[in-house]
């Protein structure tokens, strides 16, 4: 994963040019950026706070600090996401620092005493069943080693590509493939499916 220090030897694509251009001021660029990148760092950040107004709060965070300090970017070959993610994480764990994140499940604000099946207990057993199925979930993913829940995450979670997910591991799609395929065997034999 070591990666050329020099931009010119940086891999092919659009990407190192849109960057260049937001570094050199370009606005539009940085917009375009934003638009490519918004909804990884979004479902980076939903995941670990599991709360859609501090992940959309910290989300515009990210974008703002890399907007502060874009001109200080320098090109390495690896994504312009694997920057970002950085950034978010900082800013997840410095929230978790402050004690401000708390494990909530959120209700509907509003509901609708007209729809029917939507009254209070519905709606709290609906939640329960996501926060039981959340928490499934979690379990299956701590059976899998770090490298095949971290693909998994990328993959499913951030709803990676196959060649994001390769990107950000410093891995070939091949691999990040195989690694998938042997990811989701475990965990249907974790749930006690039977193989396909």
Known sequence: MS???????APDGPEPELIARARAGD?????????EHYRLVYSFLLVRTRNRHLAEDLTQEVFTRALRRIDAYVWQGTAFAAWLVTIAKNLYLD????????????????????VSGRGPESLALRELEAVEAHETVRTALHTLNDQQRHCVQLRFLH????????LEMGRSVGAVKALTHRALRKLRWTAGAVAV
Do not use: C, I, M
Request: glycine share 4%; proline share 9%; hydrophobic share 30%.
């Open 3 to 9: 990666a050329p220090n020099n931009a010119t030897s």
């Open 95 to 114: 929230e978790l620092g402050r004690g401000r994140t708390r494990l909530e499940t959120p209700v509907a604000e509003f509901p609708d005493p007209q």
């Open 27 to 35: 606005r539009e660029a940085f917009a375009t950026l934003y638009y």
């Open 159 to 166: 709803e990676l590509t196959a060649q994001e997910t390769a």
